[in-house]
């Protein structure tokens, strides 16, 4: 019986292209922003992940509730991504806004009735978002979609659709 190469799994795999690097420069940042904001995150464990070249062309950043698997395997309960080719570009100041934006996505609850835990993510027009506007402005939110326009050649109406 003939070989089927498709099947052959000593082949060579071809992912996404796209490369995730653990970033402790975006995770002292974030313990900086969390102790400045004072946010409160219970047990929950955070991930920071720089996706080169970037998560899409219209995608800067992304929290993300770890799945059963990836929970077990790295202890985190979220995974906060970040576009590696945008994070190069910003400056201290904007990659704190970013960061705090992302981290008011992370919303765990305490259980009573189970004594337990869970682990939920906040919808971008939760009221906390509003304190980032009210406080600092959205300055930080336009140079993230100017920095993504002009790394990705964007025209005026897909700036517009870059999101975090």
């Known amino acids: 019986m003939e070989q089927n190469n498709i099947l052959d799994p000593r082949g060579e795999i071809k992912l996404s292209g796209k490369e995730l ?7 002292d940042i974030a313990k900086q922003v969390i102790e400045a904001q004072n946010i409160e995150l219970g ?26 698997e990836v929970k077990h395997y790295s ?14 570009m910003l400056d201290l100041d904007t990659k704190k806004m970013l960061l705090y934006h992302e981290l008011l996505h992370i919303d765990p609850v305490f259980q ?24 600092f402005g959205n300055e930080w939110y336009k140079t993230i979609q100017a920095t993504v326009s002009s790394l990705h050649d964007l025209d ?5 659709k870059v999101s975090v």
Request: hydrophobic share 30%.
């Open 21 to 27: 690097i653990e970033s402790p420069e975006m995770q």
């Open 43 to 68: 047990p929950a464990q955070i991930g920071y992940l720089l996706v080169y070249p970037n998560i899409s062309k219209q995608r800067a950043a992304k929290c993300i509730k770890s799945t059963n």
């Open 75 to 88: 202890g985190n309960d979220y995974l906060i991504e970040v576009s590696g080719d945008l994070w190069d």
């Open 112 to 135: 009573a009735k189970t004594q337990e835990w869970k682990m939920n993510l906040r919808k971008p027009d939760f009221a906390d978002y509003y304190e980032i506007n009210d406080k």
């Open 156 to 160: 005026p109406r897909q700036e517009s």
